[in-house]
């Protein structure tokens, strides 16, 4: 596969019920990156995923990776979906649940293999999870199910791992926690990360790209290549300005004569 990109997205259209969600959307993932996907709710960053993951059709356009068509079955690419919660009287433990990502699939109680074992404790050691291995699954705090569901995604040992909005609903130190997390993933496995998230500031020290939506269309590029005024204004389609404040982005709707509005923190809605 020398030469050829971990993932491929060329030229993708997508509709939804007759409405155009995304247009020409264009961006290539590499092995060993972080790529933070960054819109509002609502933007189609969820819509992209499923793509990606063969799960959504296209109007036009393709998705490749290693440059073949993307398929529901490559294992080449792992998912982390969107708010799983799991009910306190979940009768599974953590570990039988991340061997799910191996063996879930087969029918029957059969023994699970030395090597099933030692994936599992492999990905659990990975994720800071060994120390509640045997607890069950539904007892674990928000931030700590974050991390099963990342060790059962990667116990198939995918190429890349997509992961739908893994931050919400965690106070920020959890979230800060799973940053770290991931990034060593990435380092340390040589996985390639793509992340959605409505902020962009928590990721900002560990991307390597971004891949910007709003208004239907993408952006992507490196942070100092995509966060620019006159990239934003393109893709939002009206003035929009970026400041640099003590480490953090801030996006500011352009003025129009009524004064100009503040969005902190960079959720990427520009308010007009």
Known sequence: MVGLDLLEVDGVDVALSGRMILRDVNFRIDHGEFTGLIGSNGAGKTTLLRVLLGLQDVVRGRVLVHGAPMTRSNSSVGYVPQKVLFETD??????????????????????????????????LESVEATSFANRRIGSLSGGEQQ????????????????????????????????IELLHSVVTDQHVAILL??????????????????????????????????????????????????????????????????????HPPVVVD
Do not use: C, W
Not at 202 to 224: C, E, F, I, K, Q
Not at 248 to 254: E, F, I, P, Y
């Open 196 to 265: 959605s998230a409505h902020e962009m500031n928590p990721l900002l020290p560990v991307m390597d790209r971004v891949v910007y939506v709003a208004n239907g269309r993408v952006a992507s590029g490196t942070t100092d290549e995509v966060v620019q005024p006159e990239v934003l204004s393109a893709l939002y389609g009206h003035h929009v300005d970026v400041l640099r404040v003590h480490g953090r982005v801030l996006v500011v709707a352009g003025g129009d004569g009524h004064g100009d509005s503040l969005v902190a923190d």
């Open 147 to 178: 991390r099963v569901l990342i060790a059962h995604a990667l116990v198939s040992k995918p190429e890349l791992l997509l992961l739908d909005e893994p931050l919400a609903n965690l106070d920020p130190g959890s979230a800060q926690e799973i």
């Open 90 to 123: 979940v009768p599974v433990r953590v570990r039988d649940f991340v061997a799910l990502g191996i063996d879930g699939h087969r029918f029957g109680l059969a023994r699970r293999s030395h090597h099933t074992d030692d994936l599992v404790d492999e990905m």
